[in-house]
């Protein structure tokens, strides 16, 4: 009986002029956007790999150890097309440098060639779904109960041996599976754009992810199909059922989260957390000149840091003093006579070395401690919030599985972090900042045939669906209470 | 007859439940939008005027007509409109530092020169530090492009198709009435139905808005509130025209509801982004900020090494009969007194500056100003052609029209920055012919306009130097929006007269 109850519904959908009008209207918007979503990604990939050699180059460039100018860059994610979260957003060069540890706002974006074209709204294929399908799962549900009701074929319907639950039942499977097949079609589409161009390599773990994508939708289609066979069960008018749907579709989709994010402020003001994380590094600083002093003082340098009393006959130098770190370079050709002072110049960079390297951790750490309890706690709270919408959870489960959200952000950022921690230890391994080719290359330039390569890898699928789990877990919940209450509504109802 | 018809409309619908949700649904928005207003433009509005009065006072300060002539008039400042609850314009994407205080100074034996100011335009890319969530901010644009556009055809998806399943539309033409008037009837009925929620949440907000001292509204801005209410007006009006050529287009109002909302759907949500997106594809590529710099450091090292030729063949003109450098040793050694004394001749030749030196100085420092300016100004020209181009693809969304429509009345947004690019050229040229008339009037100066010792010393008026001061003028706001207002009407046009013939020739 199911099974006829099931097939009865899947045939009235399937024969339906809203199934056809749905498929066409996603299948179009999904292939004109992914069109334009890959060329999107291939300019970027291309800006990428152009980046990656401009940094490559400058590194080989620098003479001396002190000049060394190493960047790195955040390769774009290939499922932002699905989902592009910050992505596209945020800052993707990140500065290497033993006297600064990176942290996610140190991100620039250089790449950006033209930055009034962010006037124009970004889009992902989520988006699509997002949209397009919860209004469809909406329209099959709004007269699905009420409908039946309303013509009189519920009755005859339930004149019948079968549990009103198996109805019920077989409604949502019926109504799940149409809404399912314009999803599963369009990511075939998709699939066959992304092999005739090749530029994207998906692997087993980017399927996996695709898989993620595909079971949240799923759920997230099915909360808001619930949502509306709620209302239909309630209402038992289909006008009135009707245009409560559509205006909860609004609401949930359109409004609530554009509306949570200007309407509310979580975290107070922040003004008093900045300014004693600029006095704790000031302080910091401070510090670094007093024991900067007292070196010198013990030692038979004299005159300007860094030049000295040196016999310089050339050099190229560049510093900078900034709040947050300071960074000189230099590369010098000595005289004859300034053979004596070198070993205390050596001294010297060492000590100012492993002076910057403290600094710039213990600076992370106040960073760190502001970054949280400000622009991090404010996006967090704001995220709650929104998440107070099925379609927000759905836009930041799909950004956890294509990697996309802050998490996968703070990834590329560690890695970063750690890539600065592999060049301090080849620079000790080298003893570079206590040598002489730290500040003068007049003995031959430094080779930096060894120097350490970056290297890049998102994390596994699995992890990617630890991070997309409490989301996942509250559509669920969604999904779950919603159909009980459906189910007790309609098994006392009368017909 | 028509008002019967508009009348009964009208009761019909302001019954219906779904009058009653969208009165709630767009007075909460535009409550949220005064107060969210209200809450941003006080710091607005005071930090403008901080701005310029920190901007007059270092200009005032400024006594010498060399300083004025080097660091220039500081930046110049966008005046943020009293209209930006109705239109963001995603002014946070619009650089505000336009001007650089010149940054190079250079030297040699004798000489030494200082870069003058320039305008520098610069970028402005908050997203990049942006941890939060991506959100569209909820102005009248968002109010009016996606729910003046979703409400009307809630209200007309079965003004026509479900009328005739019930038959009634049958019985209405059964009486002596023209289709065409049944027709104007439904139209005018459902868009003063959509229009009196609308206009009722528009005078909430602007209640709140009024109560507010920061928010000044001049009668000017009255009237662009005016206009912008026809505006919101006529794209409803595209919907409801939209609903009923659909409508009466299908038996079923099931089938009119799914088609009219996937069309909905498709222009108004993902048109603007797609177009926009889809359209840098054809466009001649920017430079790219790395092939921009290389090209100007090319232009600025041939002026440079220019300088530095003519420069010497001045010096060697001067210093023809001097000994070189292997004479003057031999001299040394036989008369130390002589060749001391040649070689304090040579020394001065070089180092003193005459006027051709001067001169050419003063073209270096202009020619580099005029180099920086002549770069950033084509790079920022390209951006906007692209810019520009996008907007006109996306044009085919009426939301976009309605979009760049309420930008331009409101004195926000991409045109708004243009206008004040024009102002800040207008201005910048005032400045520097004050600068070189002042100069002129002193029979004592050289006239080398952007080094020390070319420029007048005299004392002038600080009240004589030209002020920037930006203006929204309604002229020009209106000139901008014309073409969209234009685009609007023939797209009502369209789609009435598409309803129109499709309800003639069908059955009913």
């Known amino acids: 009986m199911l099974r006829n109850l099931i097939r009865q519904e899947l045939l009235s959908h399937l024969m339906s002029a809203r199934f056809f009008a749905a498929v066409i209207i996603t299948l179009l918007l999904v292939v004109a956007n992914a069109v334009v979503l890959l060329e999107d990604y291939e300019r970027r990939l291309m800006k990428y790999s152009q980046q990656e050699n401009v940094h490559r180059q400058k590194a080989q460039e620098a003479k001396t150890y002190s000049m060394l100018n190493l960047s790195v860059e955040r390769p774009p994610n290939p499922l932002s097309l699905f989902s592009a979260g910050l992505d596209k957003r945020l800052g993707s060069t990140f500065d290497i440098y033993y006297g600064r540890v990176p942290m996610i706002s140190d991100g620039s974006a250089r790449s950006l060639d033209n930055t009034f074209l962010n006037l124009f709204s970004k889009i992902d294929l989520v988006l699509i779904f997002q949209v397009v399908l919860s209004l469809m799962a909406l329209l099959f549900a709004y007269d699905a109960i009420a409908g039946d009701w309303e013509s009189g074929t ?101 409004v609530y989260p554009n509306w949570s994010r200007f309407a509310i402020t979580p975290v107070g003001n922040t003004r008093a957390i900045r300014s004693s994380a600029d006095q704790q590094i000031q302080q910091i600083w401070e510090e670094v000149d007093r024991e900067e002093r007292l070196f010198l003082a013990n030692s038979p340098l004299e005159g300007e840091p860094r030049k000295f009393n040196l016999d310089v006959q050339q050099s190229n130098s560049f510093s900078s003093a900034g709040h947050l770190s300071r960074r000189y370079g230099m590369d010098m050709k000595l005289g004859n006579q300034s053979d004596r002072l070198v070993p205390h110049v050596e001294n010297y960079h060492a000590t100012m070395g492993a002076l910057y390297i403290r600094s710039a951790e213990q600076i992370a750490l106040v960073r760190k401690q502001t970054l949280d309890s400000t622009s991090l706690r404010e996006s967090i709270w704001y995220e709650r919030l929104m998440k107070l919408s099925p379609a927000s959870l759905y836009t930041f489960a799909t950004a956890a599985w294509a990697g996309t959200d802050l998490e996968g952000m703070f990834d590329f950022v560690q890695a970063a972090q750690g890539y600065r921690r592999t060049v301090i230890d080849y620079f000790h391994d080298k003893d570079a900042f206590g040598s002489r080719q730290w500040f003068a290359s007049d003995k031959g330039p430094v080779d930096w045939w060894d120097l350490p390569q970056f290297r890049f890898d998102r994390t596994d699928a699995w992890e990617n669906a630890t991070r997309a789990l409490p989301e996942l877990f509250l559509l669920l919940l969604i999904n779950l209470v919603l159909f009980t209450v459906t189910f007790l509504i309609f098994t006392k109802i009368e017909v | 007859m028509i008002w019967h018809i508009i009348k009964r409309e009208l009761f019909d619908h302001i019954n219906s439940l779904r009058f009653m949700l969208t009165v709630v649904i767009l007075s909460a928005l535009m409550v949220t939008n005064a107060v969210v207003h209200l809450r941003a433009h006080q710091g607005r509005v005071r930090n403008y005027s901080k701005n310029v009065t920190e901007s007059l006072d270092t200009l005032k300060s400024r006594t010498q007509l060399y300083t004025l002539a080097e660091k220039g008039p500081g930046n110049l400042h966008k005046r943020p409109s009293s209209l930006t609850f109705i239109a963001d314009g995603g002014d946070a994407y619009l650089p505000t530092e336009i001007y650089r205080e010149g940054s190079w100074s250079k030297s040699g034996p004798g000489w030494k020169a200082k870069s003058n100011w320039w305008l520098s335009y610069g970028s402005a890319n908050p997203d990049a530090k942006d941890l939060r969530p991506q959100a569209t901010k909820i102005d009248w644009v968002f109010i009016i492009t996606y729910l003046l556009s979703f409400i009307p055809l809630l209200f007309t998806f079965d003004a026509l198709s479900g009328e005739r399943q019930q038959g009634t539309l049958r019985l209405c033409l059964a009486n002596p009435i023209s289709r065409p008037l049944l027709l104007i009837g439904k139209f005018l009925g459902t868009l003063i139905t959509v229009l009196i929620p609308f206009v009722f949440a528009v005078l909430l907000n602007l209640a709140v808005i009024s109560a507010d001292n920061w928010t000044q509204l001049s009668a000017a801005d009255w009237g662009r509130l005016g206009l912008i209410l026809l505006i919101a007006a006529s794209y409803a009006g595209i919907f409801v025209g939209l609903g009923l050529m659909v409508s009466a287009g299908t038996r079923e109002p099931r089938v009119s509801l799914v088609v009219l909302l996937l069309i909905w759907v498709a222009t108004v949500i993902f048109m603007p982004s797609t177009l926009g997106t889809l359209s840098t594809k054809w466009m001649p590529p920017v430079q790219t900020i790395d ?172 009240e004589a130097i030209p002020k920037f001061e930006d203006k929204i003028a309604f002229s020009d706001t209106f000139n901008t929006a014309t073409l969209d207002l234009l685009l609007l009407v023939l797209l009502l046009g369209i789609f009435f007269s598409g309803a129109f013939l499709i309800f003639v020739r069908s059955e009913v």
């Open chain 1, 154 to 254: 519920l009755r005859l319907v339930i004149s019948h041996p079968v549990r009103r639950g198996s109805i019920l039942f077989a409604k949502y499977i019926g109504a799940m599976a149409c809404l399912l097949l314009p999803v599963l079609m369009s990511l075939l589409m998709v699939m066959i754009l992304l092999s005739s161009t090749g530029s994207i390599q998906l692997d087993g773990e980017d399927f996996l992810r695709i898989g993620g994508i595909i079971l949240t939708t799923t759920i997230y289609l099915s909360a808001f199909y619930l949502i509306g066979l709620l209302i239909s069960t309630t209402t038992r008018r289909t006008a009135t059922s009707l245009m409560l749907c559509m205006f909860l579709w609004v609401a949930l989709v359109l």
């Open chain 2, 291 to 462: 092939q921009f710099h290389a090209s100007r450091d090319a232009a600025l090292k041939q002026i440079d090494t220019d300088y530095n030729d003519r420069l010497n063949a001045i010096k060697e003109k001067k210093t023809p009969n001097l000994p070189n450098l292997s004479e003057l040793q031999k001299l040394f050694e036989t008369s130390p007194e002589a060749a001391r004394a040649e070689a304090e001749k040579y020394r001065t030749a070089w180092e003193t500056e005459g006027d051709e030196e001067l001169a050419l100085k003063a073209e270096l420092v202009s020619r580099d100003v005029e180099i920086r300016e002549r770069f950033n100004r084509e790079y920022l020209d390209a951006q906007i052609a692209q810019v520009q181009r996008a907007r006109v693809v996306t044009r085919f969304s009426p939301a976009a029209i309605v979009q760049y429509a309420l930008e331009s009345m409101a004195g926000t947004g991409f045109n708004r920055h243009l206008q004040y690019l024009e102002r800040v050229h207008d201005y910048t040229k005032q400045f520097r012919q004050f600068i070189v008339e002042t100069d002129r009037a002193d029979t004592e100066s050289r006239h080398l306009i952007g080094i020390r010792e070319g420029m007048s010393e005299k004392p002038f008026s600080s």
